[in-house]
Nanobody, 121 residues
Framework: QVQLVESGGGLVQPGGSLRLSCVGS????????MSWHRQAPGKERELVAASASFSGITNYADSVKGRFTISRDNAKNTVYLQMNSLKPEDTAVYYC??????????????WGQGTQVTVSS
């Protein structure tokens, strides 16, 4: 079965850093578009960063550009989110998502259970 397991969340002070990891299993990781999303209380889930399967193209939300970096290690079936210069508004549950081919609305998507990131002094 497909599984996505996030880790690395926690409590950090403003200006600090965290690195989130998401390990996938049960599917061909290298063929899947991977992305990170987050959801704060009372708000809709939003895309934070995305990594295309083959092209290597990455996309970031405007709010995190220059601070967050998404990367992946296909050999380890793992996608990372390096978060620097964290702000209180980054506080949210962060979710890992896998989009399987043929991608888009025609392909299956899977979500991890999420990991809490809290930025507070």
């Amino acid at each position: 079965q497909v599984q996505l397991v996030e880790s690395g969340g926690g409590l950090v002070q403003p200006g600090g850093s965290l690195r989130l990891s998401c390990v996938g299993s049960g599917f061909t990781f290298s063929r899947s578009d991977m992305s990170w999303h987050r959801q704060a209380p009372g708000k809709e889930r939003e895309l934070v960063a995305a990594s295309a399967s083959f092209s290597g193209i990455t996309n970031y939300a405007d709010s995190v550009k220059g601070r967050f970096t998404i990367s992946r290690d296909n050999a380890k079936n793992t996608v990372y989110l390096q978060m620097n210069s964290l702000k209180p508004e980054d506080t949210a549950v962060y979710y890992c998502k896998a989009a399987l081919p043929p991608w888009g609305l025609k392909g299956d998507t899977y979500w991890g259970q999420g990991t809490q990131v809290t930025v507070s002094s």
